[in-house]
């Protein structure tokens, strides 16, 4: 009997101490995992949105991830997507209140509207924020820079733009590196970047679009290598799933292809990948059998609102 109860303080502090060390550890919730239309998509009545058009809990937000650090107390947004008031009053909600409504700053992969489209309401119509830190690459920078309503923001000193440089890691005033890098996509406007979140527990690779893996000049198998999380572009599960349109000029990898690249990886490689960034048309949406045949090859499908 002694023993037994031995046992159990044993047991209690030991589980104590995982929920002290996880309360005071950084980091990533996931508030948003879809493309940048969002979920359901604007104009679609056809079978795959009318679920979350029906009930809007099924809805999905654009892709975004919260970088969270408990110990100061400072919290970092990644994508400034069109649903940003919706994700920002979904943190507030999650985290109870604990945190400052508005981040200490905003990184942003490119300029795709699902990616920086939500600057729109820092500016004095909505939140009229101070200088607001926004973390851009150089050809971002300029883009806000020289063309409005992105440079009244500027102007009007609601953001305060950060620049970055590829490959060149970036130390917020907490103990957490941000290391951008680029990755090919459409370019129209401004490079596309990728990030590398290291906190002192947990590396994560963030990769929400890219064109395919063998345009990259880096190996997306040696980079998962390196990290412990990584959300990869999954737009689409296949090239059939736009009939209307031709794929191959919507330079994405296909879930297919990226589970092809990672076939011959060990299960705990495999076990690192969470797709994000679904488009509306992306079964693994919705589709129980299609996510259990992503779960049962060794793959995650990212959840909204899903802490790591």
Same mark, same amino acid.
């Given at each position: 009997m002694l023993m037994a109860k031995y046992i159990c303080s044993i047991l209690l502090v030991?589980?104590?101490?995982?929920?002290?060390?996880q309360k005071e550890?950084?980091?990533?919730?996931?508030?948003?995992?879809?493309q940048d239309g969002g979920y359901p998509h604007m104009g679609c009545e056809k079978n795959c949105c009318a679920p979350a058009w029906a009930d809007a809990s099924k809805g999905r937000y654009v892709v975004s991830l919260a970088l969270v650090d408990p110990v100061s107390k400072k919290w970092w947004l990644f994508e400034a997507t069109p649903d940003i008031k919706y994700q920002l009053h979904y943190f507030h909600t999650l985290t109870n209140g604990a945190y400052n409504y508005l981040p200490e700053g905003i990184f942003i992969t490119h300029a795709h509207i699902g990616h920086y489209a939500g600057l729109m309401q820092l500016g004095r119509e909505v939140m009229n924020?101070?200088?607001?830190?926004?973390?851009?690459?150089?050809?971002?920078?300029?883009?806000?820079?020289n063309n409005g309503p992105w440079s009244q923001l500027v102007?009007?000193?609601?953001?305060?733009i950060q620049p970055l440089q590829a490959d060149k890691p970036v130390?917020?005033? @907490?103990? $957490?590196?941000?290391?951008?890098? +680029?990755?090919?996509?459409?370019?129209?406007?401004?490079?596309t970047a990728g990030f590398t979140i290291a906190t002192p527990t947990t590396r994560y690779l963030f990769i929400p679009d890219v064109n395919k893996w063998d345009k990259w000049n880096r190996s997306i198998l040696a980079?998962?290598?390196? @990290?412990? $999380?990584?959300?990869?572009?999954? +737009?689409f599960y296949n090239e059939g799933e736009l009939p209307t349109r031709n794929i191959k000029e919507i330079l994405h990898p296909t879930v297919t292809e990226s589970m092809a690249t990672f076939e011959q990886s060990d299960k705990k490689t495999k076990a690192?990948?969470?797709?994000?960034?679904l488009n509306h048309t992306n079964r693994m949406l919705w589709d129980k059998e299609m996510q259990k045949e992503i779960l049962g090859k060794g793959f995650h499908i990212t959840e909204q609102g899903q802490i790591f």
């Open positions: 030991l589980i104590g101490f995982s929920l002290f060390a550890t950084a980091y990533i919730q996931v508030l948003g995992i879809a924020t101070k200088e607001m830190p926004v973390y851009v690459l150089p050809r971002m920078k300029e883009y806000l820079e102007r009007l000193k609601n953001i305060a130390q917020l005033p @907490v103990n $957490i590196t941000i290391n951008p890098f +680029t990755v090919p996509h459409r370019d129209e406007y401004s490079e980079e998962v290598q390196k @990290v412990d $999380i990584a959300f990869l572009d999954a +737009t690192k990948i969470h797709f994000i960034h």
